[in-house]
Protein backbone atom coordinates (compact mmCIF):
# COMPACT_ATOMS: atom_id res chain seq x y z
CA UNK A 1 0.00 0.00 0.00
CA UNK A 2 1.17 3.40 -0.81
CA UNK A 3 1.34 5.60 2.25
CA UNK A 4 -1.75 7.88 3.36
CA UNK A 5 -1.37 11.15 3.88
CA UNK A 6 -0.34 10.96 7.55
CA UNK A 7 2.33 8.99 6.78
CA UNK A 8 4.13 11.66 4.84
CA UNK A 9 6.01 14.23 6.86
CA UNK A 10 5.83 17.88 5.83
CA UNK A 11 9.50 18.17 5.10
CA UNK A 12 10.06 19.46 2.22
CA UNK A 13 13.19 17.13 0.38
CA UNK A 14 12.84 19.83 -3.40
CA UNK A 15 11.52 23.17 -3.33
CA UNK A 16 10.90 24.93 -6.84
CA UNK A 17 10.44 28.74 -7.65
CA UNK A 18 10.01 30.36 -10.30
CA UNK A 19 11.74 27.90 -12.75
CA UNK A 20 12.02 29.28 -16.41
CA UNK A 21 12.88 27.76 -19.30
CA UNK A 22 13.01 28.85 -23.16
CA UNK A 23 13.91 27.08 -26.63
CA UNK A 24 14.17 29.40 -29.80
CA UNK A 25 12.28 32.15 -28.12
CA UNK A 26 9.14 29.68 -26.90
CA UNK A 27 8.83 29.69 -23.15
CA UNK A 28 8.54 26.37 -22.23
CA UNK A 29 8.41 26.85 -18.57
CA UNK A 30 6.87 29.67 -17.26
CA UNK A 31 7.32 30.23 -13.26
CA UNK A 32 6.87 26.69 -11.84
CA UNK A 33 6.93 26.50 -8.35
CA UNK A 34 6.87 22.62 -7.06
CA UNK A 35 7.39 21.03 -3.46
CA UNK A 36 8.55 17.20 -2.82
CA UNK A 37 7.68 16.26 0.87
CA UNK A 38 9.64 13.39 2.31
CA UNK A 39 8.68 9.79 1.29
CA UNK A 40 6.06 11.30 -0.91
CA UNK A 41 4.90 10.37 -4.52
CA UNK A 42 4.00 13.29 -6.70
CA UNK A 43 2.97 12.75 -10.29
CA UNK A 44 2.92 15.53 -13.06
CA UNK A 45 0.53 15.83 -15.13
CA UNK A 46 0.02 17.61 -18.43
CA UNK A 47 0.07 17.26 -22.07
CA UNK A 48 2.40 16.33 -24.48
CA UNK A 49 5.04 18.81 -25.17
CA UNK A 50 3.75 20.93 -22.34
CA UNK A 51 7.35 20.75 -20.72
CA UNK A 52 7.34 18.14 -18.15
CA UNK A 53 10.30 16.04 -18.96
CA UNK A 54 12.23 19.30 -19.37
CA UNK A 55 11.13 19.95 -15.69
CA UNK A 56 12.64 17.44 -14.32
CA UNK A 57 15.78 17.59 -16.72
CA UNK A 58 16.45 21.23 -15.23
CA UNK A 59 16.49 19.36 -11.35
CA UNK A 60 19.15 17.11 -12.08
CA UNK A 61 21.40 19.69 -14.05
CA UNK A 62 20.79 18.42 -17.21
CA UNK A 63 18.71 21.23 -18.55
CA UNK A 64 20.29 24.62 -17.42
CA UNK A 65 17.36 27.27 -16.47
CA UNK A 66 16.98 30.65 -17.16
CA UNK A 67 15.67 31.45 -13.90
CA UNK A 68 14.14 30.50 -11.08
CA UNK A 69 15.50 28.62 -7.06
CA UNK A 70 16.30 25.20 -6.90
CA UNK A 71 16.51 24.03 -3.37
CA UNK A 72 16.68 20.00 -3.16
CA UNK A 73 17.64 18.00 -0.63
CA UNK A 74 18.67 21.05 1.78
CA UNK A 75 21.26 22.62 -0.88
CA UNK A 76 21.04 24.96 -3.81
CA UNK A 77 21.80 23.06 -6.55
CA UNK A 78 21.21 25.73 -8.88
CA UNK A 79 24.92 26.65 -9.06
CA UNK A 80 26.62 23.46 -8.49
CA UNK A 81 29.77 22.67 -10.23
CA UNK A 82 32.18 19.54 -11.09
CA UNK A 83 32.50 17.25 -7.84
CA UNK A 84 29.26 18.46 -5.83
CA UNK A 85 27.37 18.20 -8.77
CA UNK A 86 28.39 14.98 -9.31
CA UNK A 87 27.85 14.37 -5.60
CA UNK A 88 24.41 15.36 -5.83
CA UNK A 89 23.50 13.89 -8.63
CA UNK A 90 24.42 10.43 -6.79
CA UNK A 91 21.42 10.84 -4.73
CA UNK A 92 18.99 11.53 -6.98
CA UNK A 93 17.99 8.90 -9.70
CA UNK A 94 16.30 9.18 -12.93
CA UNK A 95 14.36 6.64 -15.30
CA UNK A 96 14.56 7.92 -18.74
CA UNK A 97 11.62 7.70 -20.93
CA UNK A 98 12.36 5.04 -22.70
CA UNK A 99 14.54 3.28 -20.44
CA UNK A 100 17.90 4.32 -21.79
CA UNK A 101 19.69 1.33 -21.16
CA UNK A 102 23.48 1.31 -22.52
CA UNK A 103 22.87 -0.93 -26.07
CA UNK A 104 26.67 -1.70 -25.75
CA UNK A 105 26.18 -3.56 -22.34
CA UNK A 106 24.87 -6.37 -20.97
CA UNK A 107 22.26 -6.35 -18.14
CA UNK A 108 24.76 -6.77 -15.93
CA UNK A 109 27.47 -4.02 -16.64
CA UNK A 110 24.63 -1.45 -17.45
CA UNK A 111 24.40 -2.19 -13.21
CA UNK A 112 27.67 -2.20 -12.99
CA UNK A 113 28.24 0.39 -14.63
CA UNK A 114 26.97 3.14 -12.04
CA UNK A 115 28.80 1.55 -9.04
CA UNK A 116 31.54 1.05 -10.57
CA UNK A 117 32.29 4.75 -11.29
CA UNK A 118 30.81 6.39 -8.26
CA UNK A 119 30.76 4.05 -5.54
CA UNK A 120 34.69 3.99 -4.61
CA UNK A 121 34.04 2.18 -0.98
CA UNK A 122 32.63 -1.45 -2.91
CA UNK A 123 34.79 -3.81 -3.54
CA UNK A 124 33.67 -6.57 -6.48
CA UNK A 125 31.26 -8.68 -4.62
CA UNK A 126 29.67 -6.51 -2.65
CA UNK A 127 28.80 -4.70 -6.29
CA UNK A 128 27.77 -8.36 -7.42
CA UNK A 129 25.67 -9.06 -4.65
CA UNK A 130 23.85 -5.27 -5.27
CA UNK A 131 23.40 -6.20 -8.41
CA UNK A 132 21.39 -9.31 -8.19
CA UNK A 133 19.32 -7.62 -5.52
CA UNK A 134 18.21 -4.61 -7.22
CA UNK A 135 17.56 -7.54 -10.35
CA UNK A 136 15.58 -9.41 -7.27
CA UNK A 137 13.48 -6.40 -6.34
CA UNK A 138 12.31 -6.31 -10.46
CA UNK A 139 11.91 -9.44 -10.80
CA UNK A 140 14.51 -10.32 -13.32
CA UNK A 141 17.24 -12.23 -12.16
CA UNK A 142 17.58 -14.56 -15.24
CA UNK A 143 18.58 -11.70 -17.83
CA UNK A 144 21.60 -10.73 -15.91
CA UNK A 145 23.44 -12.03 -19.36
CA UNK A 146 21.16 -10.53 -21.44
CA UNK A 147 22.06 -7.69 -23.99
CA UNK A 148 18.79 -4.89 -23.98
CA UNK A 149 18.18 -5.77 -27.81
CA UNK A 150 16.72 -9.53 -26.65
CA UNK A 151 14.86 -7.47 -24.37
CA UNK A 152 11.28 -6.71 -24.61
CA UNK A 153 9.31 -2.92 -23.91
CA UNK A 154 8.49 -4.17 -20.31
CA UNK A 155 11.84 -6.02 -19.59
CA UNK A 156 13.81 -2.94 -20.05
CA UNK A 157 11.89 -0.51 -17.92
CA UNK A 158 12.21 -2.74 -15.37
CA UNK A 159 16.16 -3.19 -16.10
CA UNK A 160 16.31 0.69 -16.37
CA UNK A 161 14.30 0.82 -12.82
CA UNK A 162 16.77 -1.58 -11.15
CA UNK A 163 19.86 0.52 -12.40
CA UNK A 164 17.91 3.61 -11.43
CA UNK A 165 17.87 1.94 -8.01
CA UNK A 166 21.42 0.46 -7.72
CA UNK A 167 23.01 3.75 -6.29
CA UNK A 168 20.32 3.38 -3.76
CA UNK A 169 19.32 7.48 -4.35
CA UNK A 170 17.26 9.62 -1.89
CA UNK A 171 14.67 10.84 -4.88
CA UNK A 172 13.67 9.36 -8.18
CA UNK A 173 12.30 10.84 -10.68
CA UNK A 174 10.14 8.89 -13.09
CA UNK A 175 9.85 10.06 -16.79
CA UNK A 176 6.81 8.21 -18.12
CA UNK A 177 7.64 4.50 -16.33
CA UNK A 178 4.59 2.68 -17.95
CA UNK A 179 4.58 4.41 -21.48
CA UNK A 180 3.71 1.50 -24.20
CA UNK A 181 3.11 -1.21 -22.07
CA UNK A 182 -0.07 -3.19 -21.76
CA UNK A 183 -2.18 -2.48 -18.45
CA UNK A 184 -0.71 -5.80 -16.68
CA UNK A 185 2.76 -5.02 -17.06
CA UNK A 186 2.12 -1.39 -16.16
CA UNK A 187 0.13 -2.19 -13.26
CA UNK A 188 3.76 -4.32 -12.06
CA UNK A 189 5.54 -1.13 -12.48
CA UNK A 190 3.50 0.91 -10.72
CA UNK A 191 3.48 -1.50 -7.72
CA UNK A 192 7.21 -1.45 -7.61
CA UNK A 193 7.55 2.11 -7.25
CA UNK A 194 4.98 2.16 -4.83
CA UNK A 195 7.25 -0.77 -2.83
CA UNK A 196 10.12 1.57 -3.30
CA UNK A 197 8.68 4.29 -1.46
CA UNK A 198 7.69 1.69 1.83
CA UNK A 199 10.86 -0.10 1.75
CA UNK A 200 13.67 2.83 0.56
CA UNK A 201 12.12 5.89 2.24
CA UNK A 202 12.46 6.98 -1.18
CA UNK A 203 10.71 10.53 -2.39
CA UNK A 204 9.70 10.18 -6.13
CA UNK A 205 8.58 12.65 -8.85
CA UNK A 206 6.44 10.81 -11.25
CA UNK A 207 5.50 11.94 -14.87
CA UNK A 208 2.94 10.02 -16.48
CA UNK A 209 -0.67 9.75 -18.82
CA UNK A 210 -1.14 6.61 -17.34
CA UNK A 211 -4.02 6.81 -15.18
CA UNK A 212 -4.14 3.42 -13.47
CA UNK A 213 -0.46 4.08 -12.84
CA UNK A 214 -1.41 7.72 -11.34
CA UNK A 215 -4.22 5.67 -9.03
CA UNK A 216 -1.80 3.53 -7.74
CA UNK A 217 0.88 5.44 -6.59
CA UNK A 218 0.17 9.19 -6.39
CA UNK A 219 0.04 10.88 -2.85
CA UNK A 220 -0.20 14.01 -4.83
CA UNK A 221 -0.77 15.67 -7.96
CA UNK A 222 0.27 18.38 -9.93
CA UNK A 223 -1.24 20.18 -13.23
CA UNK A 224 1.84 21.50 -15.66
CA UNK A 225 -0.47 23.48 -18.10
CA UNK A 226 0.93 26.86 -20.09
CA UNK A 227 4.20 26.61 -17.89
CA UNK A 228 3.11 26.73 -14.44
CA UNK A 229 1.43 24.65 -12.40
CA UNK A 230 -2.03 25.37 -12.44
CA UNK A 231 -3.89 23.23 -10.25
CA UNK A 232 -2.97 20.31 -7.26
CA UNK A 233 -4.43 17.82 -5.11
CA UNK A 234 -5.03 14.40 -4.51
CA UNK A 235 -6.44 11.78 -6.81
CA UNK A 236 -9.66 11.62 -5.53
CA UNK A 237 -9.67 15.47 -5.47
CA UNK A 238 -8.98 15.83 -8.90
CA UNK A 239 -10.67 13.39 -10.73
CA UNK A 240 -13.66 15.22 -9.13
CA UNK A 241 -12.86 18.81 -10.86
CA UNK A 242 -15.61 20.40 -12.68
CA UNK A 243 -13.07 22.04 -15.04
CA UNK A 244 -12.93 19.40 -18.47
CA UNK A 245 -9.87 20.10 -19.53
CA UNK A 246 -8.14 18.48 -15.89
CA UNK A 247 -11.35 16.11 -16.33
CA UNK A 248 -10.05 14.53 -19.68
CA UNK A 249 -7.12 13.62 -18.00
CA UNK A 250 -8.90 11.08 -15.73
CA UNK A 251 -11.47 9.84 -18.40
CA UNK B 1 25.61 36.83 -37.38
CA UNK B 2 24.10 38.80 -40.41
CA UNK B 3 26.75 37.42 -42.28
CA UNK B 4 26.04 34.00 -41.43
CA UNK B 5 22.44 34.32 -42.41
CA UNK B 6 23.64 35.02 -45.79
CA UNK B 7 25.90 32.35 -46.68
CA UNK B 8 25.17 29.24 -48.41
CA UNK B 9 23.88 26.76 -46.07
CA UNK B 10 27.01 24.17 -46.46
CA UNK B 11 29.85 26.81 -45.78
CA UNK B 12 27.85 28.09 -42.51
CA UNK B 13 27.24 24.37 -41.46
CA UNK B 14 31.28 23.75 -42.28
CA UNK B 15 32.17 26.96 -40.33
CA UNK B 16 29.93 26.38 -37.74
CA UNK B 17 31.56 22.83 -37.47
CA UNK B 18 34.89 24.25 -36.83
CA UNK B 19 34.11 26.61 -34.20
CA UNK B 20 31.90 23.25 -32.50
CA UNK B 21 35.08 20.93 -32.92
CA UNK B 22 37.41 23.74 -31.83
CA UNK B 23 35.73 24.11 -28.31
CA UNK B 24 35.38 19.93 -28.79
CA UNK B 25 38.99 19.23 -28.98
CA UNK B 26 39.43 22.03 -26.09
CA UNK B 27 37.49 19.39 -24.22
CA UNK B 28 39.37 16.98 -24.86
CA UNK B 29 42.41 18.13 -23.86
CA UNK B 30 40.65 19.64 -20.47
CA UNK B 31 39.36 15.73 -19.73
CA UNK B 32 42.01 13.82 -20.96
CA UNK B 33 44.03 14.65 -17.66
CA UNK B 34 41.11 13.46 -15.82
CA UNK B 35 40.29 10.30 -13.86
CA UNK B 36 39.46 7.53 -14.01
CA UNK B 37 42.22 6.32 -16.91
CA UNK B 38 39.30 3.98 -18.47
CA UNK B 39 42.36 1.51 -19.77
CA UNK B 40 40.11 -1.37 -20.74
CA UNK B 41 37.51 0.87 -22.80
CA UNK B 42 40.35 2.10 -25.24
CA UNK B 43 41.74 -1.16 -25.76
CA UNK B 44 38.40 -2.47 -26.33
CA UNK B 45 37.62 0.86 -28.88
CA UNK B 46 41.25 -0.04 -30.86
CA UNK B 47 40.67 -3.77 -31.35
CA UNK B 48 36.72 -2.85 -31.93
CA UNK B 49 37.67 -0.16 -34.69
CA UNK B 50 40.74 -1.62 -36.18
CA UNK B 51 39.55 -5.12 -36.19
CA UNK B 52 36.27 -3.80 -38.40
CA UNK B 53 38.38 -1.52 -41.59
CA UNK B 54 40.96 -4.63 -41.45
CA UNK B 55 39.27 -6.01 -44.64
CA UNK B 56 38.58 -3.10 -46.62
CA UNK B 57 42.18 -1.56 -45.33
CA UNK B 58 43.44 -4.98 -47.07
CA UNK B 59 41.81 -4.98 -50.72
CA UNK B 60 42.26 -1.61 -51.15
CA UNK B 61 46.21 -1.45 -50.10
CA UNK B 62 46.64 -4.58 -52.34
CA UNK B 63 44.70 -3.18 -55.43
CA UNK B 64 46.05 0.12 -55.31
CA UNK B 65 49.51 -1.00 -54.96
CA UNK B 66 49.00 -3.30 -57.65
CA UNK B 67 47.42 -0.96 -59.97
CA UNK B 68 49.85 1.83 -59.32
CA UNK B 69 52.62 -0.80 -60.64
CA UNK B 70 51.04 -1.34 -63.76
CA UNK B 71 50.23 1.68 -64.57
CA UNK B 72 53.48 3.46 -64.02
CA UNK B 73 55.32 0.45 -65.80
CA UNK B 74 54.98 1.88 -69.42
CA UNK B 75 55.98 5.22 -68.39
CA UNK B 76 59.02 3.87 -66.73
CA UNK B 77 60.19 1.62 -69.75
CA UNK B 78 59.99 4.80 -72.15
CA UNK B 79 62.70 6.45 -69.78
CA UNK B 80 64.42 2.87 -69.88
CA UNK B 81 64.07 3.31 -66.16
CA UNK B 82 61.89 0.16 -65.34
CA UNK B 83 64.68 -0.78 -62.61
CA UNK B 84 63.41 2.27 -60.61
CA UNK B 85 60.03 0.77 -60.77
CA UNK B 86 59.89 -0.97 -56.76
CA UNK B 87 61.94 2.48 -55.74
CA UNK B 88 59.41 4.46 -57.49
CA UNK B 89 56.33 3.24 -56.15
CA UNK B 90 57.49 2.73 -52.72
CA UNK B 91 58.12 6.51 -52.38
CA UNK B 92 54.48 7.11 -53.41
CA UNK B 93 52.84 4.77 -51.17
CA UNK B 94 54.57 5.39 -47.93
CA UNK B 95 54.31 8.87 -48.32
CA UNK B 96 51.50 9.77 -49.71
CA UNK B 97 48.99 6.85 -51.25
CA UNK B 98 48.87 4.75 -47.91
CA UNK B 99 48.02 7.51 -45.30
CA UNK B 100 46.03 9.07 -47.51
CA UNK B 101 44.30 6.05 -48.59
CA UNK B 102 43.77 4.86 -45.40
CA UNK B 103 42.72 7.55 -43.38
CA UNK B 104 39.76 8.23 -46.01
CA UNK B 105 38.88 4.69 -45.58
CA UNK B 106 38.74 5.23 -41.79
CA UNK B 107 36.83 8.33 -42.33
CA UNK B 108 34.18 6.35 -44.39
CA UNK B 109 34.11 3.88 -41.78
CA UNK B 110 35.13 4.39 -38.49
CA UNK B 111 34.31 8.16 -38.22
CA UNK B 112 31.15 7.22 -39.57
CA UNK B 113 30.64 4.78 -37.47
CA UNK B 114 31.40 6.60 -34.24
CA UNK B 115 29.07 9.32 -35.61
CA UNK B 116 25.93 6.80 -35.66
CA UNK B 117 27.21 5.53 -32.17
CA UNK B 118 27.42 8.33 -30.45
CA UNK B 119 24.52 9.65 -32.32
CA UNK B 120 22.41 7.26 -30.87
CA UNK B 121 23.38 7.30 -27.32
CA UNK B 122 22.26 11.25 -28.00
CA UNK B 123 19.50 10.67 -29.14
CA UNK B 124 17.86 7.94 -26.92
CA UNK B 125 19.44 10.05 -23.57
CA UNK B 126 21.90 7.11 -22.91
CA UNK B 127 24.21 9.88 -22.62
CA UNK B 128 22.28 11.93 -20.47
CA UNK B 129 22.00 8.64 -18.21
CA UNK B 130 25.41 8.51 -18.15
CA UNK B 131 26.01 11.90 -16.88
CA UNK B 132 23.36 11.51 -14.46
CA UNK B 133 25.00 8.39 -12.74
CA UNK B 134 28.01 10.43 -11.85
CA UNK B 135 29.96 9.17 -14.38
CA UNK B 136 32.00 10.75 -16.74
CA UNK B 137 30.13 10.48 -20.05
CA UNK B 138 32.67 12.98 -22.50
CA UNK B 139 35.75 10.80 -20.69
CA UNK B 140 34.33 7.16 -21.29
CA UNK B 141 32.59 7.98 -24.65
CA UNK B 142 34.78 10.63 -26.21
CA UNK B 143 38.53 10.07 -24.61
CA UNK B 144 38.50 6.93 -25.20
CA UNK B 145 37.76 6.80 -28.70
CA UNK B 146 40.29 9.43 -29.75
CA UNK B 147 42.79 7.85 -27.69
CA UNK B 148 41.83 4.80 -29.79
CA UNK B 149 41.82 6.24 -33.45
CA UNK B 150 44.84 7.80 -32.93
CA UNK B 151 46.69 4.94 -32.17
CA UNK B 152 44.66 2.86 -34.58
CA UNK B 153 45.09 4.99 -38.01
CA UNK B 154 48.97 4.54 -37.69
CA UNK B 155 49.40 0.98 -37.19
CA UNK B 156 46.10 0.34 -40.50
CA UNK B 157 48.54 2.71 -42.13
CA UNK B 158 51.48 0.68 -41.26
CA UNK B 159 49.74 -2.23 -42.22
CA UNK B 160 48.05 -1.08 -45.60
CA UNK B 161 51.13 0.29 -46.90
CA UNK B 162 53.41 -3.21 -46.16
CA UNK B 163 49.90 -5.25 -48.26
CA UNK B 164 49.69 -2.37 -50.72
CA UNK B 165 54.02 -3.54 -51.69
CA UNK B 166 52.87 -6.70 -51.36
CA UNK B 167 50.72 -5.92 -54.17
CA UNK B 168 53.58 -3.73 -56.12
CA UNK B 169 55.81 -6.89 -55.47
CA UNK B 170 53.57 -9.22 -57.53
CA UNK B 171 52.35 -6.70 -59.98
CA UNK B 172 56.32 -6.30 -60.81
CA UNK B 173 56.62 -10.25 -61.42
CA UNK B 174 54.18 -10.08 -63.79
CA UNK B 175 56.20 -8.89 -66.53
CA UNK B 176 59.89 -9.20 -65.25
CA UNK B 177 61.62 -11.85 -62.67
CA UNK B 178 62.93 -9.57 -59.07
CA UNK B 179 63.18 -11.82 -56.30
CA UNK B 180 61.71 -10.59 -53.06
CA UNK B 181 65.03 -9.43 -51.40
CA UNK B 182 66.23 -7.28 -54.33
CA UNK B 183 62.41 -6.22 -54.31
CA UNK B 184 62.40 -5.11 -50.78
CA UNK B 185 66.09 -3.72 -50.79
CA UNK B 186 65.06 -1.17 -53.94
CA UNK B 187 62.06 -0.81 -52.12
CA UNK B 188 63.14 0.32 -48.45
CA UNK B 189 66.30 1.64 -50.06
CA UNK B 190 65.04 4.40 -51.92
CA UNK B 191 63.31 5.82 -48.74
CA UNK B 192 64.38 8.52 -46.72
CA UNK B 193 64.32 10.05 -43.38
CA UNK B 194 61.99 12.97 -45.26
CA UNK B 195 59.83 9.95 -46.99
CA UNK B 196 59.76 8.20 -43.72
CA UNK B 197 58.74 10.75 -40.67
CA UNK B 198 56.78 13.15 -41.64
CA UNK B 199 54.55 10.48 -43.53
CA UNK B 200 54.51 8.84 -40.09
CA UNK B 201 53.99 11.91 -38.22
CA UNK B 202 50.70 12.71 -40.18
CA UNK B 203 49.18 9.62 -39.59
CA UNK B 204 48.76 10.25 -36.01
CA UNK B 205 46.81 13.89 -36.72
CA UNK B 206 44.47 11.58 -39.39
CA UNK B 207 43.91 9.25 -36.47
CA UNK B 208 42.92 12.12 -34.36
CA UNK B 209 40.31 13.97 -36.99
CA UNK B 210 38.85 10.40 -37.59
CA UNK B 211 38.08 10.33 -34.08
CA UNK B 212 37.85 13.92 -32.95
CA UNK B 213 35.44 14.61 -35.66
CA UNK B 214 33.57 11.06 -35.33
CA UNK B 215 32.41 12.03 -31.48
CA UNK B 216 31.94 15.54 -31.88
CA UNK B 217 29.19 14.67 -34.88
CA UNK B 218 27.68 11.78 -32.66
CA UNK B 219 27.71 13.37 -29.13
CA UNK B 220 26.17 16.82 -30.37
CA UNK B 221 23.76 15.22 -32.80
CA UNK B 222 19.96 16.77 -33.16
CA UNK B 223 17.12 15.40 -31.58
CA UNK B 224 14.92 12.82 -33.19
CA UNK B 225 16.20 9.60 -35.44
CA UNK B 226 16.95 11.70 -38.22
CA UNK B 227 19.92 13.47 -36.24
CA UNK B 228 21.95 9.74 -36.16
CA UNK B 229 21.84 9.48 -40.15
CA UNK B 230 23.05 13.09 -40.15
CA UNK B 231 26.09 12.43 -37.38
CA UNK B 232 27.25 9.32 -39.29
CA UNK B 233 27.05 11.61 -43.09
CA UNK B 234 28.66 14.22 -41.50
CA UNK B 235 31.41 13.13 -39.64
CA UNK B 236 32.36 11.17 -43.49
CA UNK B 237 32.23 14.72 -45.02
CA UNK B 238 34.19 16.63 -42.56
CA UNK B 239 36.42 14.10 -41.50
CA UNK B 240 37.18 13.62 -45.13
CA UNK B 241 38.40 17.54 -45.29
CA UNK B 242 40.23 17.58 -42.50
CA UNK B 243 42.58 14.56 -43.98
CA UNK B 244 42.91 16.46 -47.05
CA UNK B 245 43.68 19.93 -45.19
CA UNK B 246 46.24 18.02 -42.42
CA UNK B 247 47.84 16.45 -45.82
CA UNK B 248 48.22 19.78 -47.52
CA UNK B 249 50.03 21.28 -44.16
CA UNK B 250 52.07 18.51 -43.66
CA UNK B 251 53.57 18.80 -47.47
CA UNK B 252 54.06 22.93 -47.03
CA UNK B 253 55.59 21.95 -42.72
CA UNK B 254 58.10 19.44 -44.73
CA UNK B 255 59.05 21.61 -47.28
CA UNK B 256 60.02 24.63 -44.47
CA UNK B 257 62.10 22.48 -42.50
CA UNK B 258 64.12 20.04 -45.24
CA UNK B 259 63.69 21.88 -48.12
N1 LIG C 1 16.92 20.19 -25.77
C1 LIG C 1 15.88 20.80 -26.35
N2 LIG C 1 16.07 21.65 -27.37
C2 LIG C 1 15.05 22.28 -27.96
N3 LIG C 1 13.77 22.12 -27.61
C3 LIG C 1 13.50 21.28 -26.61
C4 LIG C 1 14.54 20.57 -25.92
N4 LIG C 1 13.98 19.80 -24.97
C5 LIG C 1 12.64 20.02 -25.06
N5 LIG C 1 12.36 20.89 -26.03
C6 LIG C 1 11.00 21.37 -26.38
O1 LIG C 1 10.32 21.65 -25.20
C7 LIG C 1 8.96 21.24 -25.27
C8 LIG C 1 8.60 20.37 -24.11
O2 LIG C 1 9.27 19.14 -24.21
P1 LIG C 1 9.13 17.98 -23.15
O3 LIG C 1 9.96 16.84 -23.65
O4 LIG C 1 9.41 18.47 -21.81
O5 LIG C 1 7.61 17.60 -23.26
P2 LIG C 1 6.82 16.57 -22.36
O6 LIG C 1 5.84 17.32 -21.55
O7 LIG C 1 7.75 15.70 -21.64
O8 LIG C 1 6.02 15.76 -23.47
P3 LIG C 1 5.83 14.18 -23.60
O9 LIG C 1 4.67 13.86 -22.74
O10 LIG C 1 5.49 14.01 -25.04
O11 LIG C 1 7.08 13.51 -23.20
C9 LIG C 1 8.80 20.57 -26.62
O12 LIG C 1 8.18 21.50 -27.48
C10 LIG C 1 10.20 20.29 -27.08
O13 LIG C 1 10.29 20.42 -28.47
MG1 LIG D 1 8.52 13.79 -21.87
Request: aromatic share 8%.
Given at each position: MKKSPEQIKMEPVIEVRGLKKSFNGEAILNGVDLKLMKGENLVIIGKSGSGKSVLIKCLVRLIEPEEGSMKVLDQDITKLEGRNLNEYRRNVGFLFQGGALYDSMTVRQNLMFPLKRSVKKMNKEEMEERVHEMLKNVKLEDAIDKWPGE???????????????????????????????????SKEISNLIVEMQENHQVSSVIITHDISCVKITSNRINILKEGTIVDEGTYEEMSNREDPWINAFFK | MRILDNMP?????????????????LQFSKD???????AREILNQCYQLGYRSLFLVSIAGFIIGMVMTLQL??????FGSEALLPSMVSIAIIREIGPVLTALICAGKIASGIGAVLGSMRVTEQIDAMTISGANAFNYLVVTRVIATTLTVPLLVFYADAIALAGSFIAVNLNMNLNLTLFLSDAVGALTFQDVVPATIKTFFFGFAVG????YQGYNAKRGTTGVGEAANSAVVVASLFIFIIDLFTVQITQLFVG
Open positions: LSGGMKNRIALARTLVLQPRIIFYDEPTSGLDALT | VTIRQTLMDMGGITSFTFFKPPFERPTMLRIVGC
